[in-house]
């Protein structure tokens, strides 16, 4: 363990169901080993059930509500996908001003995957670069943002990766920017 974070505190945030299960703990133990405390934030507090894609896997339990959360209690946000996850995330308005809320404190975010669909709703990747999961390219385009096919991408504290497999890249770059 490492204490390049310690003293840190740093949210994740997920729905309570739908969540890529590897997306959410990898980079959840890396800024923990990194010496950081992080929070579980869920629209409702308490159980979340994560997925291996399309199968269930672990629950895990989200220690308070996006609504019941603020943005000044934290260093970092971590963003994980899996395509359910951000989709809910994108239509709750509690989650969408929460993320939000760090973008105009310019606290630095961590999205992976398909989580930039909620970084749409919160309308702030107009102007920025950034990579995700292939198919959000044009919903990234549209919604004045450069696209690019890397491993990860950093662009004024936001730290974004493509899928799973860019995770120990992601992890690096996540505890880097907290």
Same mark, same amino acid.
């Given at each position: 363990?490492?204490?390049?974070?310690?003293?840190?505190?740093?949210?994740?945030?997920?729905?309570?169901?739908?969540?890529?299960?590897?997306?959410?703990?990898?980079?959840?133990?890396?800024?923990?080993?990194?010496?950081?405390?992080?929070?579980?934030?869920?629209?409702e507090a308490g159980e979340v059930q994560a997925?291996?894609?399309?199968?269930?896997?672990?629950?895990?339990?989200a220690g308070k509500a996006v609504g019941q959360?603020?943005? %000044?209690?934290? $260093?970092?946000? #971590?963003?994980?996908?899996?395509?359910?996850?951000?989709?809910?995330?994108?239509? /709750?308005? +509690? *989650?969408?001003?929460?993320?939000?809320?760090?973008?105009?404190?310019?606290?630095?975010?961590?999205?992976?995957?398909?989580?930039?669909?909620?970084?749409?709703?919160?309308?702030?990747?107009?102007?920025?670069?950034?990579?995700?999961?292939?198919?959000?390219?044009?919903d990234l385009r549209n919604a004045g943002a %450069?696209?690019? $096919?890397?491993? #990860?991408?950093?662009?004024?504290?936001?730290?974004?990766?493509?899928?799973?497999? /860019?995770? +120990? *890249?992601?992890?690096?770059?996540?505890?880097?920017?907290?």
């Amino acid at each position: 363990m490492s204490d390049q974070l310690q003293g840190k505190k740093i949210a994740i945030l997920v729905a309570n169901e739908g969540v890529e299960q590897i997306e959410l703990t990898s980079p959840r133990e890396a800024v923990e080993a990194a010496g950081a405390e992080v929070e579980l934030i869920a629209p409702e507090a308490g159980e979340v059930q994560a997925f291996n894609h399309l199968d269930k896997g672990d629950t895990f339990t989200a220690g308070k509500a996006v609504g019941q959360a603020s943005a %000044e209690d934290y $260093d970092g946000l #971590v963003l994980p996908g899996g395509v359910a996850n951000p989709d809910q995330l994108r239509t /709750d308005t +509690d *989650a969408v001003q929460f993320v939000r809320a760090f973008f105009e404190a310019g606290k630095p975010v961590g999205a992976i995957c398909h989580a930039p669909w909620t970084l749409i709703n919160a309308d702030v990747v107009d102007g920025r670069t950034l990579t995700s999961w292939p198919s959000l390219q044009t919903d990234l385009r549209n919604a004045g943002a %450069e696209w690019v $096919d890397e491993e #990860v991408h950093v662009d004024q504290g936001l730290v974004s990766s493509r899928k799973p497999d /860019d995770l +120990d *890249a992601f992890n690096a770059k996540i505890v880097e920017e907290f």
